[in-house]
């Protein structure tokens, strides 16, 4: 008889890029009222990716208003330099998700987040290669599988990733596994097939006229389609 491997937990993430910057209060509120739970924050340097956007200052604020954890996305080239500006302002629970691709060496970058309490996770662009990763499932919280180019909001979304989000699925069954770019009613179905079950969306949330009931459809969308087609039995052997 084949033993069944346990999955972790559905989980929806709202992304707080495409919440209103005049009312973020306000937009965490509405996403916490339909059962998000995490509020993920893309934190960008300006090197790493063109765009700047929130520092310390702004993620203080958000983490007064949330009473879920925090997913701080940081798309920066030397994550290192983040974690104790960053720790004065985060919390017990909270997530700091750094890029396989930066300039920091991910081992070093992982010891130090564990000594200041974060949980730990990694993430990797689309034209990344999944081995690049491999080696460091075992020593992260969460995985975050990038399905569009990291940078700007509004990207189509990446379908051609879904045989790395597999494969990556298929070496860490009980692993945390985030997509994030692109996430909406349309794209869920397809990630969560593939073996996603943490959806960070935008639009797809605070693009919608009921942010709440947005949360909550995602939510519904991807419990309806995890590893749909799948043998649970078989998810976690060889590739």
Same mark, same amino acid.
């Given at each position: 008889m084949k033993e069944l491997r346990p999955h972790p937990k559905i989980? #929806? +993430?709202?992304?707080i890029l495409a919440a209103d910057p005049l009312h973020l209060e306000r937009e965490i509120? $509405?996403?916490q009222e339909g059962g998000v739970d995490l509020i993920h924050v893309d934190i960008m340097d300006g090197h790493f990716v063109p765009n700047l956007t929130m520092g310390p200052f702004v993620v203080e604020g958000i983490k007064k208003a949330a009473r879920v954890p925090l997913d701080l996305h940081l798309m920066v080239e030397y994550p290192s330099k983040f974690i104790e500006p960053f $720790?004065?302002?985060? +919390?017990?629970g909270d997530y700091f998700t750094f890029h #396989? @691709?930066?300039k920091d060496e991910p081992r070093r970058v992982i010891?130090?987040?564990r000594e200041a309490g974060f949980r730990v996770g990694i993430?990797? =662009? *689309?034209p990344t290669q999944a081995e690049r990763v491999e080696g460091l499932l075992g020593e992260v919280d969460l995985l975050l599988v990038m399905t569009v180019n990291p940078g700007f909001a509004g990207q189509k979304f990446i379908e051609g990733v879904m045989p790395k989000l597999r494969h990556l699925r298929s070496l860490s069954p009980e692993l945390d596994i985030m997509v994030d770019g692109g996430i909406n @009613? @349309?794209?869920v179905p397809i990630a969560a097939r593939h073996g996603a079950n943490i959806m960070a969306a935008a639009k797809g949330i605070f693009g919608k006229k009921d942010p709440a009931q947005a949360v909550r459809d995602l939510r519904h969308l991807t419990?309806? =389609?995890?590893?749909? +087609?799948?043998? *649970?039995?078989?998810v976690g052997g060889r590739h």
């Open positions: 989980k #929806i +993430g709202a992304s509120q $509405r996403v $720790r004065q302002v985060s +919390g017990k #396989i @691709e930066s010891s130090q987040l993430s990797l =662009n *689309p @009613e @349309e794209t419990q309806e =389609n995890f590893l749909a +087609g799948s043998d *649970p039995a078989t």
